[in-house]
């Protein structure tokens, strides 16, 4: 009798132990299916963001610090939003001084061990050029960030990234990052060809671009137009105008013949109004997604969408130049 007893005593023990192994086999699978486990990427600016989500897919959760229509010069974090940096299998960031208030989160992520990438450095800069008459301008010589205009560099920004993920982000697919990676490099290349049709419309001597402040540099290289100045003489938009630089600019401007001032959407075209005044009224200001992509559905919500967009209106804002409209 006894023995009957410790026999049943047993099967019992051992029928509860296959059930716990089951529950805990049952958690483990929701937990990868919900993406407790996902590796995770953080990316500052929401341009980077798109272009990041273009490259990994679902491969990892991605981060973007940055909301829609903010300021890149400008936008902070909060507490939670930095202390995400820090537990990030990869840190994606434009550098070169863009991020103003969030670089230093991203060097202490740095220091505590993660991964960080600084796109705009591994891209190959620009610099800064110097003002519309010749004289010095804030940050003259200093790499230009500004490195999303030229759809090329793109390009580049975006093999280089999935060469970062595929290296620092354990988890994913390498096959499909590479893949996804092979199919955006396609559409980035068709943008190009897309833009330089467009902007063959425009006149030679229309060619000219007068901004917010400098963020055009690397379009104006690529596609081959001039950049007359800028209403800020900065290649921020926390700095100032001097009635000097704006005097200057009014200058450049009468001599080049331009009439056409294009404002980042994300600012507001106070300063932009100013050239009105000093020229007369005869400006025309044209509003540009430049450093910000829009919330969904709002027209610039895409990398691939904004560059459309912003050369659509570019070029139809200079070719009116042109013929007077």
Not at 55 to 77: C, Q, R, W, Y
Not at 175 to 188: C, F, G, I, P
Not at 248 to 261: D, K, P, Q
Request: aromatic letters at 4%.
């Amino acid at each position: 009798m006894r023995a009957a007893r410790r026999a049943r005593i047993r099967t019992r023990l051992r029928s509860l132990l296959m059930g716990l192994l089951a529950l805990v086999i049952a958690a483990s699978a929701t937990a990868c299916g919900t993406g407790g486990d996902r590796p995770r990427i953080v990316v500052t600016t929401n341009i980077l963001g798109d272009i990041t989500r273009q490259v990994v897919g679902d491969e990892a959760e991605i981060t973007v610090l940055m909301k829609p229509n903010a300021d890149p010069h400008s936008f902070g974090l909060s507490a939670a939003q930095a202390a995400t940096l820090e537990r990030a299998d990869l840190v994606v960031f434009n550098g070169l001084g863009l991020e103003e208030n969030v670089l230093r989160h991203v060097d202490a992520a740095r220091d505590s061990g993660v991964a960080t990438f600084e796109v705009g450095r591994a891209v190959g800069p620009l610099t800064f050029r110097g003002s519309a008459d010749g004289g010095p301008e804030d940050g003259a010589g200093q790499p230009d960030p500004h490195f999303w205009t030229d759809p090329d560099r793109v390009r580049k920004a975006a093999g280089l990234i999935a060469g970062q993920v595929i290296e620092h982000v354990n988890g994913v697919d390498e096959a499909a990052v590479r893949a996804h990676a092979d199919h955006y490099d396609t559409e980035l290349a068709d943008l190009t060809t897309w833009m330089e049709k467009s902007f063959d419309r425009v006149p030679e001597d229309h060619r000219a671009l007068v901004t917010n402040h400098h963020v055009f540099g690397y379009l104006a290289a690529r596609f081959g137009f001039r950049v007359i100045g800028a209403v800020i003489p900065s290649g921020t938009t926390l700095a100032s105008p001097s009635s000097s630089d704006l005097r200057s600019l009014t200058l450049a401007m009468e001599e080049a013949g331009v009439r056409t001032v294009f404002a980042d959407s994300s600012q507001p075209t106070r300063l932009a109004e100013v050239l009105r005044t000093e020229l007369g009224g005869r400006v025309a200001v044209v509003a540009l997604h430049s450093e910000s992509l829009t919330a969904r559905g709002e027209g610039a919500d895409t990398y691939l969408r904004m560059m459309r967009a912003n050369t659509t209106a570019m070029t139809d804002g200079l070719t009116a130049g042109a013929t007077g409209g």
